[in-house]
């Protein structure tokens, strides 16, 4: 059974930085996928960025038009860790971020597609005040 848990959540100020993690257990797979989601209050759940492997020794990510240019993601095959690094950070940011992972690879703008995915973690708060 995978488990996923964030950290790294925060308030900061438009303009600044900050670094979300996510943590990853019970991962078996040698095919995967793995995806940041963002939830704001009053708002649809929508993808943010993700990363799918290709084979055993490549991997591919994909970024949203909204963040593109500001947000990186990045991962540690090894230590079975996600993370997305948040830069020039705007007020409409601010929301409820979440970790998703599957075994299967999705490809593109599939693996933004948060109802492909199948365990979830418990969320971050980040909050981008003007």
């Known amino acids: 059974q995978v488990q996923l848990v964030e950290f790294g959540g925060g308030s900061v100020q438009a303009g600044g930085s900050l670094r979300l993690s996510c943590a990853a257990s019970?991962?078996?797979?040698?095919?995967?996928?793995m995806g940041w989601f963002r939830q704001a209050p009053g708002k649809e759940r929508v993808g943010v960025a993700s990363?799918?492997?290709?084979?055993?020794?490549?991997?591919?990510?994909y970024v949203a038009d909204s963040v593109k240019g500001r947000f990186t993601v990045s991962h540690d095959e090894s230590k079975r860790m996600l993370y997305l690094q948040m830069n020039s950070l705007k007020p409409e940011d601010t929301a409820m971020y979440y970790c998703?992972?599957?075994?299967?690879?999705?490809?593109?703008?599939?693996?933004?597609?948060?109802?492909?995915?199948?365990?979830w973690g418990q969320g971050t708060q980040v909050t981008v005040s003007s």
């Open positions: 998703a992972f599957d075994s299967r690879r999705l490809i593109g703008s599939q693996s933004l597609d948060g109802d492909s995915y199948t365990y």
């Open positions: 019970g991962w078996q797979d040698s095919s995967y996928s």
């Open positions: 990363i799918y492997s290709i084979n055993t020794i490549a991997y591919q990510t």
